[in-house]
């Protein structure tokens, strides 16, 4: 999906935990989430922690659709 | 006799499905589940099976491979099997992570088996031998004989042919080769430029492999003046799944209306929940944000980072979903987002 989406010439970011997967089937932008059935957010945390994590992976997510890549990309993220 | 060792996930080592897909990694000193399959047909004995949880090594892979690997340390084994993972791509992950590192650090021989569809082919198919497996357990007999029967090969010495003909993907390897038949390199590389010439069909001794990567497209210079629109292949649906999308092997997707909500409401509230049957959906169905995050991108918005969040949000089932189908609704989706003037997109996937 994430390869027709860029086919069309709209920059898109995908979001996944596994990243090896997601280079393989062609995402050029690629922010890492921390894992499958939670992707932005472990039940086991605090609600906060929860909200702090997604709010800044997303906010990186943003960022990667700002910035001019030249190969395959995953963004670093901080929390 | 020989000594194998097989690789299997928590669902084949017979400890449970999705509900244990976090399980840590770990070894019996006997066959389970499959690993019997393998010991009735292999010319050697299965003396472990080692059994880990396919998002164990989905999330932890580093640690994952150096708990395997210190397990093994000890051990002695001629042979090492994965799988077969069929067409579960975390699990065909998981068999070409730990069966790479396996080979790497015992150079023993590494078998596994997965449905071309599994990306876990193209990862690691470079790594260890990768036989074309069906696309369900309902294949495990068909391919684990398969991979056996090769495995038994290796065992007793026998000679080893090229991967076309021994059935494996082709690994990009090349050894010096004479064909039975003794034809010299020049006289065939003059046959193949005589047959191109001519526009006749030839076979190329070095095929390039083809990559089908997408030109990277231009960053949005100002993120406050676009919409943004969110996708996920984590199966996020209204309760009642209106568009009926399967929970594997997709056709369908979906597009659901969130322009006057700040964040998704959860299954309890009876708005949102998860219908993907490739994940444990409690932590999707409590807090389907997690999947989507609409609360996330709605305060963007709010501070004027972007322009706007998309009033749709589109869905699909990312589990056993053909390549083909997902490029079919990927373009569709496509379609839609170009039309309304969306101009850029974050995808969640699962």
């Given amino acids: 999906m994430v390869k027709e ?18 280079k393989t089937v062609g995402a050029n932008r690629m922010v890492p989430t921390i894992s499958i059935p939670y992707p932005l957010g472990d039940p086991s945390t605090s609600e906060e922690e929860q909200w702090k994590l997604r709010y800044h992976r997303v906010g990186v997510a943003l960022d990667a659709l700002t910035t001019d890549i030249e190969e395959q990309t995953v963004f670093d993220v901080e929390i | 006799m020989s000594k194998a060792i097989v690789y299997l996930n928590q669902f084949f080592g017979q400890i449970g499905g999705e509900d244990v897909a976090d399980h840590e990694p770990e070894i019996r000193d006997k066959k389970v589940g499959a690993a019997m399959l393998y010991d009735q047909l292999l010319d050697a004995d299965v003396t472990h099976t080692i ?6 090594v989905g999330s932890k892979e580093e640690e994952a491979i150096d708990r395997i690997l210190g397990f093994l340390e000890d051990k002695e084994f001629d042979i090492f099997f994965a799988g077969p993972a069929f067409q579960a791509g975390r699990y065909g992950n998981a068999c070409g992570a730990i069966g790479k590192a396996v080979k790497e650090e015992f150079d023993v021989p590494v078998i596994s088996s997965m449905n071309e569809e599994n990306p876990g082919v193209d990862m690691y198919k470079k790594d260890i031998y990768i036989f074309p497996g069906g696309q369900s357990a309902a294949k495990m007999k ?54 191109k010439i001519n526009n006749e069909e030839y076979v190329s001794e070095l095929p390039i492999p083809e990559l089908d990567t997408v030109k990277i497209a231009d960053p949005i210079e100002d993120l406050s003046k676009i919409t ?20 594997a092997s997709a056709t369908r997707w979906g597009k659901y209306y969130i322009d006057d909500v700040d964040q998704l409401q959860n299954r309890r509230q009876e708005a949102f929940k998860t219908i993907h049957a490739g994940y444990d959906p409690a932590a999707a169905d409590t807090d389907p944000n997690r ?12 501070v004027g980072k972007i322009g706007k969040l998309y009033k749709y949000f589109y869905s699909t089932v990312g589990t056993g979903t053909t390549q083909g189908e997902a490029a079919r609704m990927g373009q569709e989706i496509t379609e839609e987002l170009l039309e309304d003037g969306v101009q850029a997109v974050i995808l969640t996937s699962t």
């Fill in chain 2, 51 to 56: 059994i880990c949880g396919d998002n164990f």
């Fill in chain 2, 228 to 247: 943004v629109a969110l996708v996920t292949s984590g199966g996020i649906v209204p309760i009642d799944n209106p568009d009926r999308i399967q929970s």
């Fill in chain 2, 291 to 302: 999947v989507v995050p609409v609360d996330a991108m709605r305060k963007y918005e709010e």
């Fill in chain 2, 142 to 195: 068909d391919d684990v004989t398969k991979m056996v029967e090769f495995g038994n090969k290796i065992l007793n010495g026998e000679k080893l042919l090229p991967a076309e003909e021994e059935g494996y993907f082709i690994r990009g390897i090349r050894h010096q080769y004479f064909l039975p038949d003794e034809t010299p390199a020049y006289e065939r590389a003059i046959d193949m430029l005589l047959k």
């Fill in chain 1, 5 to 22: 989406i860029e086919r069309a010439g709209i920059p898109v970011v995908q979001m996944a935990n596994l990243i090896p997967v997601a």
